[in-house]
């Protein structure tokens, strides 16, 4: 289990994070939902360990997780970026290569690389592209299976659907509860919060900075409040 006590994260003189406290249970599907400059992707950059706290702690199983980003990959804690962030100019195969190397057994990678194409198979087809010349779709499912590579145990994914096109948005939400069924713990932070909370088994609401709602991912959807000020639902 990951544990978020007390975090605070400053830019300069701009308060991103205020005293935010989350656990994430091994095994669950937790989401963090909120308008544009809540401080979702701070949440997820602090645990990777690509911001630092001025305040609080992060646990990993009862220990410190304050260590550089190379060595939370090895801890089994991977971060699947807003905007995909893939290398255009390489290939679809290399691409996944980079994403094993925190792994030396070539045997481990090839299997891993198998494993990646049985849940993309449009990726196999594509091995030999460009990444740079796959759709946006075909380029988010290859940032998921590139951190996939490193066999990872947590998955912290920054606005998977992003820019997507409505049917391949469910088609990533189905694959995430596919994951999650696999064992895959997963963090998953969603401007599309409705449909995040509709799979989460529990769910943060951030605004500014702070927690102001938490709950059963299916409470939080029902919750009037958070329907209306961030999911654009109103009570008729």
């Known amino acids: 289990m990951i544990e978020l006590i007390g975090c605070t994260v400053r830019y300069g003189g701009i ?5 935010v406290s989350i656990k994430i249970p091994d095994g669950k599907i937790v989401s963090i939902v909120g308008a544009n400059g809540a401080g979702k992707t701070t949440t997820i950059n602090v645990i990777s360990g690509m911001v630092k706290l001025a305040k609080g ?14 060595r939370i990959v090895k801890k089994g804690i991977v971060q699947i970026p807003e905007g995909r962030k893939i290398f ?11 994403g ?8 481990r990678i090839k299997a891993n690389m ?7 198979p449009i990726l196999k087809e594509r091995m030999n592209q460009p990444g740079g010349t796959l759709s946006g779709g075909e380029q988010q499912m290859l940032a998921i299976a590139r951190g996939l590579m490193s066999d990872p145990k947590i998955l912290l994914l ?21 994951l999650n069924r696999e064992g895959l713990t997963i ?3 969603e401007q599309n919060a409705q449909k995040a909370l509709n ?4 769910a943060y609401v951030l605004e500014t900075g702070r927690i102001v709602s938490h709950g059963e991912g299916s409470k939080i959807a029902g919750d009037p409040v958070v329907k209306k000020a961030y999911l654009g639902i109103k009570e008729v």
Request: charged share 25%; proline share 7%.
């Open 15 to 19: 308060t991103a994070l205020d005293n």
């Open 88 to 98: 255009p100019t390489i290939t679809v195969a290399e691409n996944l290569i980079l």
């Open 199 to 202: 799979i989460s088994d529990y």
């Open 57 to 70: 702690s992060i646990l990993m199983d009862g220990e410190s997780l304050t260590l550089p980003p190379h």
């Open 114 to 120: 198998e494993r990646v194409f049985k849940l993309f």
């Open 100 to 107: 094993a190397f925190i792994i030396k057994d070539r045997e």
């Open 158 to 178: 920054d606005e998977p659907s992003l820019g997507l096109a409505p049917n391949l948005v469910l088609e990533i939400f189905d694959m995430i509860k596919q």
């Open 187 to 189: 963090l998953l932070v």
